[in-house]
């Protein structure tokens, strides 16, 4: 049985080795939460979270053939992969309900959320994607990004079509086909990161789909939380999610 003490002990040791990780890529230190002076405008390091405020999300303009029963087959597939404890990737994991801990390096920069679905790293390092020879999809895909001006942009394709949770916001859900444009810049004084996404996909969307988020700088002494531990095999999470009476079986069991 592994015990609340034991969770704790883990989460400190991946901290510990995501942290010799990070400067091994040369990433900035987790101590200062406001931009260094050198750096001006274009360092996102920091703690950030989402507020009630700040979501501009319109509606996707998707194509005919998505269709409500294809919509709801999707909504069908992305419950699946939260019931199994899966990764549940992009876009899902830049608005997962905590903050996320951006940290920025010379050779990349870590995005890493506050549950247990593995960090996003947009590669400073090169102007070109892994090839589909090399590259397997995954729930991230692969992103690669440059500074115009004061704006970061991220450019993502590679994206697995089927695990984690594929639910665009606005409609809509990524396929093997969609790219994602992201553009990250500060705002406030570097107290607030405005990111906006743009989606492009011909199997889903009539025209490019545009959203923004905004994030708010938390304090300098925020403490990362321990993500919550998901178990497939707690029946009681499993009764809940799947809506299955207590004393009952879910269909297949």
């Not at 087959?73 to 899902?92: Q, S, V």
């Not at 991220?154 to 990524?174: K, N």
């Not at 969307?205 to 919550?228: I, K, Q, S």
Request: proline share 8%; charged share 20%.
């Amino acid at each position: 049985m592994i015990t609340q003490s034991s969770r704790s002990i883990a989460f400190w040791v991946v901290w510990l080795l995501a942290g010799a990780i990070l400067v091994g890529v040369g990433l900035q230190p987790a101590r200062a939460q406001t931009p260094p002076a050198t750096s001006g405008a274009r360092d996102l390091s920091g703690f950030w979270e989402l507020s009630p405020d700040s979501r501009r999300v319109p509606t996707a303009n998707l194509i005919p053939g998505i269709t409500s029963a294809v919509r709801a087959e999707r909504a069908r597939k992305d419950a699946y992969a939260i019931r199994w404890c899966n990764l549940l990737g992009m876009p899902f994991i830049m608005d997962s309900g905590r903050p996320l801990d951006i940290r920025q390096g010379r050779t990349a920069v870590i995005i890493v959320p506050e549950h247990a679905s593995g960090p996003r790293y947009l590669y400073l390092n090169r102007s070109t994607h892994v090839g589909e020879d090399v590259f397997d999809p995954t729930t991230y895909g692969d992103s690669i990004a440059r500074w115009e001006g004061e704006t970061l942009v991220a450019d993502t394709i590679g994206f697995h079509p089927d695990r984690g949770i594929t639910a665009i916001p606005g409609g809509g859900y990524r396929t093997a086909t969609s790219r994602l444009v992201e553009r990250y810049r500060l705002l406030e004084n570097g107290n607030l990161l405005s990111v906006v996404f743009t989606w492009t996909d011909p199997k889903m969307f009539r025209a490019p789909h545009t959203y923004e988020f905004r994030y708010y700088r938390l304090p300098a002494d925020y403490e990362p939380r321990t993500w919550l531990p998901c178990d497939p095999y707690n029946d009681e999470r499993t009764r809940f999610l799947e809506g299955t009476p207590a004393g009952r079986t879910a269909p297949g069991k």
